[in-house]
């Protein structure tokens, strides 16, 4: 299956009613039903949250394809391997919800969900409250700021740094096509820090 850039060039951050919470932007269409595990996000025709989940749930609504935490997703993994959870119809990318503390996937995590899944994994960082602070495309170059009516964005430059990883600016065309500023983490300076860091 392959899985074009352009279709992601399109993600805007949706707005709606704060009360009804953030929305999950799942980054390719086609997938009709997308489980949301561990985080609670908006009500959506093809999107269930599952914030306390249960085997009999999941498979009753035999997802296409999962949102949610590394904890969660690794949980359910293990789950499936020992075939003590059945979702048989995935079949799109895993979309892992990171915190600003928690900072991106390690290089030996997407290893790990690649051996439990055998799906391509995007990822999104998140604030506390789950509202959407940065996401990737299929450049991987980078998480993408959501700008709204010319405000800026809330994951920002020092704020990343201040959470003790190593990042830089960008603010050019990705090579997903998307003129945008965007901001390249590569790896944690100081686990210290990480303790004084907001999400």
Same mark, same amino acid.
């Given at each position: 299956m392959l899985?074009?850039?352009?279709?992601?060039?399109?993600?805007?951050? %949706?707005? &709606?009613?704060? /009360? *009804?919470g953030a929305a999950l932007e799942y980054p390719l269409s086609g997938a009709e039903r997308i489980a949301v595990i561990g985080a609670r996000l908006r009500?959506?025709?093809?999107?269930?949250?599952?914030?306390?989940?249960?085997?009999a749930e999941l498979e009753a609504w035999r997802p296409q394809a999962l949102a949610g935490h590394?904890?969660?997703?690794?949980?359910?993994?293990?789950?499936?391997?020992?075939?003590v959870l059945q979702l048989p119809d995935l079949a799109f990318p895993l979309l892992v919800l990171s915190s600003l %503390?928690? &900072?991106?996937? /390690? *290089?030996?995590?997407?290893?790990?969900?690649?051996?439990l899944y055998g799906l391509p994994v995007?990822?999104?960082?998140?604030?506390?409250?789950?509202?959407?602070?940065?996401?990737?495309?299929?450049a991987r170059d980078g998480w993408h700021l959501p700008e709204n009516a010319g405000t800026n964005p809330a994951l920002t430059l020092d704020?990343?740094?201040a959470a003790g990883w190593q990042c830089r600016e960008l603010d050019d065309r990705c090579a997903c096509g998307e003129a945008c500023l965007r901001l390249v983490v590569e790896a944690r300076e100081s686990v210290? /820090?990480?303790?004084s860091a907001g999400d």
């Open positions: 899985f074009n850039a352009s279709k992601w060039s399109g993600l805007l951050v %949706r707005r &709606g009613n704060p /009360s *009804s009500a959506e025709r093809r999107v269930r949250s599952y914030v306390h989940w249960r085997t590394r904890s969660e997703l690794f949980a359910i993994g293990d789950m499936r391997q020992r075939q %503390r928690e &900072g991106p996937l /390690s *290089s030996d995590e997407h290893d790990q969900l690649w051996a995007y990822e999104q960082i998140r604030s506390a409250d789950e509202t959407l602070l940065g996401w990737e495309c299929d704020r990343v740094l210290l /820090s990480m303790a």
